[in-house]
């Protein structure tokens, strides 16, 4: 009788201990997520596809819906691709830039500040690229010396 019941406890604990085993091993769908191998035949890779904002108009209005008061969009006054001297060009002038972002197959930079880039570095900007500004309008006036009181009745 104990010997029947020793090898029924045997049999369930290999049984219990295999289905453990199989089941801490690796999962082969996430393993093969991030490699070409789970690439259907045809698909581009992630690393291919374009960003959402691929065109310097939708990254101004990108920049907009983040509500930056001062957005800029730089290109090369020869229409090419922005160079690594260019970008470094860029991101060293305009430090204070909140955000910047290549756009229209690396030929345009947007840049998204909520601090004003004062006039000597647009100056520098223009010497090298095309620059063209979508800033607010009330941006240009918030930095003026004038006190605004709107509780006066003029």
């Known amino acids: 009788m104990f010997g029947s019941i020793k090898s029924f406890v045997i049999l369930i604990s290999l049984v219990l201990g295999a289905s453990w085993l199989s089941a801490c091993g690796p999962n082969e769908a996430i393993l093969k997520s991030n490699s070409n191998e789970s690439n259907t035949a045809g698909a581009p890779s992630a690393a291919n596809t374009q960003p959402a904002y691929d065109s310097a108009e939708s990254e101004v209005e990108n920049m907009r819906t983040a509500d930056f008061e001062f957005i800029l969009v ?81």
């Open 74 to 154: 730089l290109r090369r006054k020869d229409g090419g691709v922005m160079q690594a001297d260019d970008k470094s060009f860029v991101k060293t002038v305009t430090i204070n830039a909140n955000r910047r972002s290549l756009s229209d197959g690396d030929k345009a930079i947007v840049i998204g500040a909520n601090s004003k880039v004062p006039p000597e570095l647009i100056a520098k900007l223009s010497q090298r690229f095309v620059l063209q500004d979508f800033s607010k309008p009330q941006a240009e006036n918030s930095n003026s010396n004038s006190i605004v009181n709107a509780n006066i009745v003029r």
